[in-house]
């Protein structure tokens, strides 16, 4: 087996990722300019897993819009978080830093008023802002600066739920009787873009689903892919593989086919209300100008190296469906990039594409280059880190570096041993090499790049 | 059927009585064991299938051995203090399981906490109150069938059965468990963070 990543390499790929962001600054913003500026709407899914999407070849699942969106964009098949878990990764995309730099670190460490938001910026830079949808962070609600419109909800420690979910609509708390929360969401961003389509707006539409518990929309059948197979699963899943060490508290419990099922059924249908926002730029007139980025919090184990929820760094619970269409400004629309980008890439691209400035404490990169499909590349490799969270979900604190051919994980404070894969080989066959000869040789490697990444941790 | 705990046959009576509770421990450590070496199994289908009758199994042995081990333990006239530990042995092995395994990568103070207060132990443990209850009356309901007289329902298994129901009320049902999961949150926060 090759093995590609030398000092050499990393120095030279290290250099070429400077230049990127030397030469990418210099680069005019051809993308946006005073009144063309784009709109932008930016659609957040939960626990989305990366390949569960007709065009990321699932065997069965039906989602013809993201699909679609895929088409008339470009698809990343590398898009990944930085951290698994809900709260700080949400934490990073709306910030653009790592965790460790916006202080969201686990699901119980609370939001920090002081961080800036991307919205915040945009709002400076002329701006019509929404944020429609799950905040899920902890503590009281932020006091975010720069919004127009404000639609979020606490019930469930903001977790929300699917049925008659309490909206707290610009501060005020308003009770929503039969209504499913996913299609609440879209009617609520649909209204924002109506209202907005005449000035730069900038729409953040974060929906609840696909995390669990999987309660799926009056629409959408029960009888929705219940003739399907789950072969294409981990032999782990078994029935009832969501119940034991501690896997439990993920939300899979008793029947995994059953849950998985439905699991499918909230994906496709989110897909639905993608399609209800694209179609509706269509008929605004607005499509063109309009950026549209879907993606997702994190991914989803499903009986995975034996496990299921998130948190851990295999690519099935960091990697991302990753989709941006802008059809007035991206070049070569419809097809697939190889690109590394990550979750705290969002920010700075964004404000990158809306001709207006990134700031220095941002830790992500904008791959606007990406989207005007110049041969440059973004990076070669990035950090994945996990703190420690309650108990009830026993993974340890991770830190773990991804490169394009490898994964290396280093558990902290914990009785794991490291763990090392070849991205290449084995996605799904969790073959440890960190003892072979193959190991042995990228090691030092890998761990030079993971005290770099930890130096940077360190001083922030 | 009844043989009193004497004092006249102490080590044969102390041997019988733990019999049944030290062959509950071996049948829950087998399957905890085979649950693990299924995993050499490569066939999908025969490990899923394999797998999944021996978690069955196991979740049967962690919960509920209680309902043949107490029995037991009362016909063969163990006092209810012995019978209660007896009941609680294999739920307790398997909190001693968790304790190990979550102190692989929390603290022991943390690692505690989970193993005794998390949602599904205590879901366990305090169901072992209901069960013992449940099983004392039937085991009373038998001994007078057999004898004709003695006490059937008595205050102690009722109270017994309707203070463990509470909690689980609060644990298992009550917004379908959220609010109890979100306090240990909250005072695992408070305590650890």
């Known amino acids: ?460 | 059927m009844d043989k009193s705990f004497t004092a006249a046959n102490p080590p044969d009576s102390i041997r019988r009585l733990f019999v049944a509770p030290l062959i509950a421990v071996v049948i829950w450590i087998a399957l905890q064991m085979s649950y693990d070496l299924l995993g050499y199994i490569d066939n999908k289908s025969i490990y899923r299938t394999l797998a999944a009758v021996n978690w069955v199994l196991l979740v049967l042995s962690t919960g509920f051995s209680v309902v043949v081990i107490y029995p037991i333990t009362a016909f063969m006239g163990a006092p209810l203090s012995i019978r209660i530990l007896a009941s609680y042995i294999v739920p307790l092995v398997w909190c001693l399981k968790e304790f190990i395994r979550v102190s692989g990568n929390h603290t022991v103070v943390e690692a505690l906490y989970y193993a005794i207060f998390e949602s599904v132990q205590l879901l366990v443990l305090i169901s072992q109150v209901a069960l013992i209850g449940g099983c004392e009356l039937v085991y009373r309901w038998f001994k007078r069938k057999s004898n004709g007289s003695g006490p059937f329902l008595t205050p102690g298994p009722i109270i017994a059965i309707i203070l463990s129901v509470i909690p689980l009320y609060f644990i298992l049902i009550y917004e379908s468990g959220h609010v109890f999961s979100l306090k240990l949150r909250m005072i695992y926060r408070y305590l650890f963070l």
Not at chain 1, 245 to 261: A, C, H, R, S, T
Not at chain 1, 407 to 429: A, G, K
């Open chain 1, 1 to 460: 087996m090759a093995y590609k990543l030398t000092r050499r390499e990393l120095l030279k790929s290290s250099a070429k990722a400077l230049a990127t962001g030397v030469v990418g600054s210099m680069i005019p913003q051809t993308l946006s300019a005073g009144p063309d500026q784009p709109n932008i709407v930016f659609i957040l899914s939960d626990d989305h897993r990366w390949d569960h999407m007709g065009v990321a070849g699932h065997p069965w699942i039906r989602t013809p819009n993201l699909d679609r969106l895929a088409g008339e964009g470009v698809l990343f098949n590398n898009a990944f978080c930085t951290t698994s878990l809900c709260s700080p990764s949400r934490a990073s995309i709306i910030t653009g830093q790592y965790a460790h730099n916006h202080g969201v670190i686990n699901n119980l460490s609370f939001w920090d008023n002081k961080n800036t938001t991307f919205l915040e910026l945009l709002k400076k830079g002329g701006y019509q802002t929404g944020f429609i949808g799950k905040w899920h962070m902890p503590g009281p609600l932020p006091e975010l600066r720069g919004l127009d419109r404000f639609i979020t909800f606490t019930a469930r420690t903001g977790q929300g739920v699917y049925h008659d979910c309490p909206l707290i609509i610009d501060g005020e708390e308003v009770e929503r009787k039969g209504t499913y929360i996913s299609e609440d969401l879209t009617d609520y961003a649909i209204d924002f873009m109506q209202q907005q389509k005449d000035s730069p707006f900038c729409l953040y539409l974060s929906h609840k689903a696909a995390h669990g518990p999987f309660i799926t929309p009056p629409d959408v059948k029960e009888e929705l892919y219940s003739d399907e197979s789950i072969d294409h699963l981990p032999k782990w899943a078994h029935r009832f593989a969501g119940m034991v060490n501690g896997e439990i508290y993920g939300g899979w419990l008793f029947n995994v086919e059953n849950k998985y099922k439905r699991y499918c059924r909230l994906i496709t249908s989110i897909d639905q209300q993608v399609g209800r926002v694209l179609d509706e730029l269509d008929r605004l007139g607005i499509a063109d100008n309009t950026i549209v980025i879907y993606t997702t919090d994190n991914g989803m184990l499903v009986g995975d190296n034996g496990h299921f929820d998130k948190r851990w760094a295999y690519d099935q619970s960091t990697r991302l469906p990753f989709i941006v269409r802008y059809p007035r400004g991206l070049r070569n629309p419809g097809r697939r990039s190889d690109e590394m980008v990550l979750n705290i890439d969002i920010a700075p691209t964004l404000l990158d594409m809306a001709g207006l400035d990134i700031p220095e404490g941002m830790d992500g990169v904008s791959f606007k280059s990406v989207l005007q499909d110049q041969t440059r590349t973004l990076r070669t490799s990035f950090a994945y880190e996990f703190f420690q969270d309650f108990p009830p979900f026993t993974v340890p604190e991770i830190d773990a570096v991804r490169t394009r051919e490898y994964l290396y994980i280093e558990y902290n404070r914990s009785r794991l041993s490291p763990e090392l894969f070849d991205i290449r080989e084995d996605l799904d066959r969790f073959e440890n090499l960190i003892n072979t000869p193959q190991g042995q040789a990228i090691l030092p490697e890998l761990k030079r790049l993971m005290e770099h990444y930890r130096r940077q941790k360190n001083h922030g």
